[in-house]
């Protein structure tokens, strides 16, 4: 099918004659183009015309707990449309880049880092797979460690299958010789919410790091936070904030922020108000649109700037529409969102997830439409596209 041209949109000029899209679409996932495993109607349909149209477009979502060429071949066979890694960002994509750290961080790459979250050794296959070469989970620790948790004798232990041995051994009577966790990374939503939560505030609690020992700073009303995590601690990290999130279960299921909130509540119980200090990406919060933007700049490149030795100067992007399901992280981060680039990011709310038909959602989208295909059509219109989405 050839493209379609653009028409003129309120005087605005249109796009070049070789149909070059100057919009695109960021699309959550669970809620919005599946439900549960299952694709959700229209949505094959959706991904498709704009693949045939050439309309570029990424996935954007919150979840993850699998290596992004997993998900997007999985995808790919459900939706029917040939995804990438390209166009595809997941909750902890971004963790990619501090393995040679940031502006903030040092370069984790040879770092012990404490990895939690996701069904069994996904996540931590997955952090290695970004360049992390020292992975380290819970279950490692209560394996080689079973009084740090007087409960572990309840936990499944057929999900524990594929611990390793700790790379130091825990002593927390010689600490210099013991094991040291350097960043906790919460990749997905965890499975052993008592097991995890109680790692993380040894940790969080400790000197240096150090499992087992516990910092001399710690309620020191001299130091900043009362001297709460300011001896070293690892610095923690959230992949995404959301509450709830849209399963096969006909209401919406707690989800990483049910996790996150009660690590807050413990932490505030142990530390009498403390500050919790933590580093949270995902949608609604900017970096996360921020690096999506510059993967859908470069993906849009790839896509619409002609191959081999024919290239086509590609057009600033003008608009995203980003289509979601959960107006407090899908709906709030496209609002809020400044483009450095300028890009407008236009919100659009699909009743197909967690937000519910007749409540007033917090966060007000620019429409609310039933379904994903028909927040396609929507913005076509806008765009003044002159095409029919069957």
């Keep these: 099918m050839a493209p379609h041209t653009r028409q003129f949109r309120n005087g605005s000029t249109a796009v070049a004659v070789d149909g070059m899209p100057s919009f695109a679409f960021a699309f959550d996932i669970d809620g919005v183009l599946l439900r549960s495993s299952a694709p959700l109607p229209g949505a094959s349909t959706a991904l498709e015309y704009l693949h045939n149209n050439s309309i570029p477009f990424i996935l954007l979502t919150n979840g993850g707990g699998k290596h992004e060429s997993t998900r997007v071949a999985e995808l790919s066979k459900k939706l029917g449309v040939p995804l990438t890694e390209e166009n595809f960002v997941q909750s902890h994509t971004p963790f990619k880049q501090l393995v040679e750290g940031s502006e903030t961080v040092e370069s984790l790459k040879d770092k012990t880092i404490l990895v939690t979250g996701g069904d069994g050794e996904k996540c931590r296959k997955v952090a290695e797979m970004y360049g992390f070469t020292n992975v380290v989970t819970p279950t490692d620790i209560m394996m080689a460690y079973p009084s740090i948790w007087p409960f572990s004798l309840a936990v499944d232990f057929t999900a524990v299958q594929g611990h390793r041995p700790l790379p130091t051994n825990v002593d927390h009577m010689n600490p210099s010789k013991s094991l040291k966790i350097d960043a906790i990374f919460v990749f997905n939503d965890p499975r052993d919410w008592a097991l995890d939560l109680q790692i993380i505030l040894d940790l969080l609690l400790s000197k240096?790091?150090?499992?087992?020992?516990?910092?001399?700073?710690?309620?020191?009303?001299?130091?900043?936070?009362?001297?709460?995590?300011?001896?070293?601690?690892?610095?923690?990290?959230?992949?995404?904030?959301?509450?709830?999130?849209?399963?096969?279960?006909?209401?919406?299921?707690?989800?990483?922020?049910?996790?996150?909130?009660?690590?807050?509540?413990?932490?505030?119980?142990?530390?009498?108000?403390?500050?919790?200090?933590?580093?949270?990406?995902?949608?609604?919060?900017?970096?996360?649109?921020?690096?999506?933007?510059?993967?859908?700049?470069?993906?849009?490149?790839?896509?619409?700037?002609?191959?081999?030795?024919?290239?086509?100067?590609?057009?600033?992007?003008?608009?995203?529409?980003?289509?979601?399901?959960?107006?407090?992280?899908?709906?709030?981060?496209?609002?809020?969102?400044?483009?450095?680039?300028?890009?407008?990011?236009?919100?659009?709310?699909?009743?197909?997830?967690?937000?519910?038909?007749?409540?007033?959602?917090?966060?007000?989208?620019?429409?609310?439409?039933?379904?994903?295909?028909?927040?396609?059509?929507?913005?076509?219109?806008?765009?003044?596209?002159?095409?029919?989405?069957?």
């Design 208 to 390: 240096g790091g150090v499992l087992g020992t516990v910092s001399e700073k710690n309620g020191d009303p001299s130091l900043p936070n009362n001297g709460w995590q300011q001896d070293g601690q690892p610095k923690l990290f959230f992949s995404n904030p959301d509450l709830f999130w849209a399963t096969s279960h006909h209401m919406p299921r707690l989800g990483q922020g049910g996790f996150q909130a009660s690590l807050r509540g413990i932490w505030d119980e142990t530390t009498g108000g403390a500050v919790l200090e933590r580093t949270v990406i995902g949608k609604p919060y900017p970096e996360t649109y921020k690096y999506a933007e510059r993967v859908l700049n470069k993906h849009r490149a790839q896509m619409l700037g002609g191959n081999g030795e024919v290239k086509k100067k590609v057009s600033r992007l003008e608009r995203v529409f980003m289509v979601g399901d959960n107006p407090e992280s899908d709906i709030r981060g496209a609002n809020e969102f400044e483009s450095p680039h300028g890009t407008e990011w236009t919100s659009v709310l699909v009743k197909t997830g967690v937000y519910h038909d007749g409540r007033h959602p917090k966060y007000a989208p620019k429409v609310i439409v039933n379904d994903v295909l028909e927040a396609v059509k929507w913005a076509l219109r806008e765009e003044g596209w002159n095409g029919v989405v069957d």
